[in-house]
């Protein structure tokens, strides 16, 4: 049987693959292969060709020697061009007159260096960037001159930069664009590549059109459009590539109107059994001017070639390569804008490092990206673009890893990252312990370390191990902890139905075993939300936060921050609580909720605390609780030029109202005078904002950990009809959040999300909206100042004391001065005390 | 030589809670369930050196009687102080403990004064049931 012949034409870095990928796919050798190549050596590696100047040799940039040709039987002739096609009759003939016919052409011809015509471009010294022979021709320059300039600041023209840099010449950089590597990367972006490369000592230009090469005879400088000049003795030119067609225009092969030889998706040109692959070709009028393109390409031909149906489907253009040193990566479209676009960047100046995601937020998915001096995550970023991953929540998690336990996006994070820094333990040791058979977060606590530290990455660890559990095809349990099988939504139904009245209850009825740290909690919360019963009746199951109704710190003090519903206070309570900071010897601070927090507060100076507060009628805040904090408000058409509703009183009116409302997580909110928006309502649960008309309701917004802007739930209510919203709003929440969710993550779980929730809450879709309002009625008509009942009630008061057998202090708590005021003294003085 | 020592009466411990004795030095932790069953263990949770145990939320793992630390929710057996988590740089001296006469008693051991608190030493731990 007569071998098909197939005749390459090039023989560069595609034309090479081609041949190296059909001998692999072809064992049988259907194929005789013959090819040709204008330049005199084999193919070597042009993108790596500035090493060239750094010592490197032709052999070690040669793809494959002339053995490998031969072994393989690949007939190779360098330095001969092919200047015919005839189509018709199926043969070419090359510049040395050698005919030869074939079964399948492949045009590889590759791209030539862009020289744009500047008047005295032809001068001596101007060069181009593309062949090992062009760079001899710039060492042997190099070697006679000591400035140079490249023009043209992209990719290969910061290759050839470093190429000059390496010639040890004075070297400039100049762009027509007001950025480096425009195609690639956005300004900032630019901004750090440039900071890196002048760091080398190499001159950047940026906004400069070259208008003219200056010399007589040879180059002595340019002169640019804005009449400046730069004297330099040599030019590399390097301003974009242009396709090589020339071989299909003269032999009657279609090219496209800007050049390169026009291919369908399976890289035939106009001509049959002519393909064409790698830069020579226009698909889609796209010139791919990149390595990877080209390969697949060749990859394409040869599947089709032996009988597949491959298409090219164009390629991304994504790179990641290293110039002058400093990492650079682009992918997806980095550019791309719009209405649904966001785009979240970090620019590290110490570390010199920048990088920018760019997200569609209807479809949740990377678009691009871009990276430089940095590019570690490029393979974990062009992962999520190329595969359509949906993104985790948290978006500048993407840009920069995460603190421990601050995400809980677990499974988009990398195997590497750390995710219990506390014992240095990452998400792949979390994995192998999962295949190991430890499927409990007791488990991998136990056998990892994980989370035995400080503990704040134990829901990244639950997270992790849930997902690898879904993964492997088990379900994952939503119980509330071993004592119950119910998630807590199905627990507070089954309890707010069944008025259940008592932890104890609780778990005789619904749950098993002996209670624990986590139902205990979460129990009280769900038994406060419905009965509203005093806290400290059931204080042998709350956190000590509400066992003690103030905030634990570090040393096992105490911190108190009394209410000041809307930030309103008056004088004389303003000095209350200096003059009682005074005496205690209190560190104060003016909290983010235009409260006072009072810290150092020992256990036992807390009723004395607060008997003085309530003596000028300040209530708990509420601070330690999963409740209502503060309902912040700006000054408001009172006092305001600009407002137009009094936000302070309604601030109070609904701080009022929902005070002491325990819920899943603590609530904030918020409530500005007018659309400049000072209180920052759409940062909080449940936000207000005063129209001309009435006000806007916004929620499930959250600062902290993760930022969410509040979505706009209803615009121009009446303040009645906006109570009425916010109390089933919050109702719904806390009948339906997970334990320990705050708003904004319950909506993004919501089923139907902030749509099904108007129809919820505002149509009364499940008709339950009448409940709801009576719950929160309740909950109003019930609220007592929870330091109040204390204060009246002497054996409540004698349970804030640091021991049972004794007066004593605990001498074991310590502060130190800082700043005029004190702060903990957590050294070994308070370690080395014995038991 | 050790010695049993009153450290509290029964009704200054709240049920199913916990409650610090100071004895001398010492500060200990006791915990009850439902007045019946007592433990007494260290007060400093080992992993901050903080002085909070008692304020912490009792609980099982299974069958083990557990505290669960109020500062960052690190849980020790009652029984033997182990860290349930597995970490055995943190375990907590535990104490013999008994009820004569509504009166909740301790049993230290004869020790050096300078003895650490976190040393991981095992102490028989009774149960008074």
């Not at chain 1, 209405?339 to 209807?362: F, G, L, W």
């Not at chain 1, 008056?570 to 560190?587: C, N, S, T």
């Not at chain 1, 408001?636 to 109070?652: E, H, K, P």
Request: hydrophobic share 35%; charged share 25%.
């Amino acid at each position: 049987m007569n071998k098909q012949r197939i005749i390459v034409i090039g023989n560069g870095m595609v034309g090479y693959k081609f041949c190296e990928k059909l001998i692999d796919q072809d064992p049988d050798r259907q194929f005789a292969i013959t090819v040709f190549g204008e330049e005199p050596r084999p193919a070597y590696d042009r993108v790596n060709l500035s090493k060239y100047f750094a010592g490197s040799t032709v052999d070690d940039l040669t793809m494959a020697t002339r053995e490998w040709y031969a072994d393989h039987d690949i007939e190779l002739f360098t330095g001969e061009r092919v200047e015919i096609i005839d189509v018709d009759n199926k043969e070419i003939e090359s510049v040395t007159g050698r005919r030869m016919g074939y079964d399948k052409l492949v045009i590889a011809t590759g791209s030539s260096a862009f020289v744009p015509p500047i008047p005295g471009v032809d001068k001596k010294g101007v060069f181009v960037y593309r062949t090992i022979e062009d760079l001899d021709q710039i060492i042997e320059h190099g070697r006679k001159v000591k400035t140079a300039a490249v023009v043209g600041g992209g990719l290969l023209g910061l290759e050839a930069a470093k190429a000059l840099l390496d010639l040890n010449l004075k070297t400039n950089v100049i762009e027509y664009n007001p950025r480096l590597m425009p195609r690639q990367v956005d300004q900032a972006g630019s901004d750090v590549l440039q900071q890196k490369i002048e760091e080398l000592g190499i001159s950047v230009l940026l906004q400069k059109r070259t208008d003219a090469v200056l010399g007589n005879g040879s180059v002595e400088g340019v002169a640019f459009a804005d009449g400046s000049q730069l004297d330099v003795e040599m030019i590399v030119v390097s301003a974009g590539i242009r396709p090589r067609d020339e071989i299909a225009r003269k032999n009657n092969i279609a090219v496209g109107e800007r050049g390169g030889i026009l291919v369908d998706s399976h890289l035939q040109t106009s001509a049959p059994d002519v393909y064409a692959i790698g830069e020579c070709v226009v698909f889609n009028n796209m010139v791919y001017g990149l390595i990877a393109p080209g390969y697949q390409m060749a990859d394409v031909v040869v599947d089709n070639l032996l009988g597949g149906d491959k298409e090219f489907q164009g390629a991304d253009m994504s790179t990641k390569l290293k110039l002058l040193g400093v990492d650079v990566g682009s992918f997806g479209d980095p550019f791309a804008e719009g209405d649904h676009i966001d785009a979240v960047s970090i620019r590290n100046t110490v570390k010199q490092t920048y990088k920018k995601i760019v997200v569609d937020r209807e479809t949740n998915c990377l678009i691009g990206g871009i990276l430089v001096g940095d590019t570690s995550d490029y393979g974990t970023l062009l992962q999520y673009t190329q595969n359509q991953m949906s993104l985790p929540e948290c978006l500048e998690h993407l840009v920069t890893p995460p603190a421990s336990g601050a995400a809980s996006s677990a499974t988009e994070l990398p195997d590497t990252a750390s995710i219990c820094t506390c014992e240095n333990v990452t998400k792949r040791q979390i994995i192998d312990a999962f295949e190991d058979g430890q499927t409990t977060v007791d488990q991998i606590k136990s056998c990892t370390k994980a989370g035995t530290g400080c503990g704040g990455c134990v829901p990244l660890v639950t997270d992790i191990l849930n997902a690898q559990i879904k993964k492997s095809g088990g379900e994952v349990k939503t119980a509330l902890c071993a004592c119950f099988d119910h998630s807590r939504v199905e627990l507070a139904e089954r309890m707010r139905t069944e008025k259940v009245k008592t932890y104890w209850e609780a778990l005789g009825r619904f749950g098993h075993g002996g209670g624990c740290e986590i139902c205990k909690p979460a129990v009280a919360s769900i038994l406060a939300s419905y009965q509203n019963d005093f806290i400290l009746n059931h204080q042998n199951i709350q956190d000590t936060n509400d066992q003690f109704l103030a905030n634990i710190q570090k040393n096992g003090s105490y911190s108190v921050v009394p209410r000041v519903p809307g930030g309103e206070i008056r004088p004389e309570q303003l000095i209350a609580i200096g003059q009682v900071a005074k005496d205690f010897d209190l560190y104060t601070k003016i909290t983010g909720g235009q409260r006072i927090d009072l810290f150092g507060a020992r256990v036992e100076q807390l009723p004395l605390i607060w008997q003085r507060l309530r003596d000028v009628g300040l209530e708990s805040g509420h601070a330690y609780a999963k409740s209502l904090r503060t309902v912040k408000s700006c000054v408001g058409s009172t006092w305001c030029r600009f407002g137009v509703q009094d936000s302070v009183g309604l601030a109070i009116r609904i701080e009022n109202r929902y005070k002491g409302l325990r819920s899943p997580h603590k609530l904030k909110s918020a409530v500005s005078g007018c659309s400049r928006e000072c209180a920052e309502a759409q940062s909080k649960d449940f936000g207000v904002i005063a129209t001309e008309k009435g006000y806007n309701l916004y929620v499930c917004g959250n600062g902290g950990m993760k930022p969410r802007h509040a979505d706009l739930f209803a615009e121009d209510l009446d303040e009645e009809t906006l109570i009425k919203y916010i109390d089933r709003f919050l109702m719904y929440y806390i009948r339906t959040a997970d334990r320990l969710t705050r708003t904004s993550k319950w909506l993004e779980k919501f089923e139907g999300g902030i749509e099904r929730l108007r129809a919820i809450v505002i149509d009364d879709a499940l008709g339950i909206c009448e409940e709801l309002e009576r719950e929160m009625q309740h909950q109003v008509d019930t609220y007592v100042c929870e330091w109040s009942r204390v204060l009246d009630d002497p054996a409540m008061r004698r349970r804030f004391a640091p021991f049972v057998n004794s007066d004593e202090s605990d001498p074991n708590i310590h502060f130190q001065p800082e700043r005029g005021q004190k702060k903990p003294l957590v050294t070994a003085s308070s370690t080395e005390v014995h038991v | 030589m050790s010695q049993w020592i009153k450290a509290c009466g029964i009704d200054d411990i709240q049920p199913n809670a916990g409650g610090c004795v100071k004895i001398g030095e010492h500060q200990i932790a006791i915990f009850n369930e439902n007045r019946e069953t007592w433990y007494a263990v260290q007060n400093m949770c080992p992993h901050k050196q903080q002085f909070v145990l008692s304020r912490g939320l009792i609980g099982k793992q299974g069958d083990i009687p557990k505290v669960a630390c109020p500062l960052h929710k690190n849980t020790f057996s009652l029984q033997t102080g182990e860290h349930l988590g597995g970490n055995c740089a943190y375990h907590l001296r535990t104490y013999p403990i008994r009820v004569v006469d509504q009166e909740i008693q301790i049993c230290l051991q004869d020790e050096s004064p300078s003895s650490s608190a976190t040393q991981t030493t095992q102490c028989e731990t009774q149960h008074a049931q």
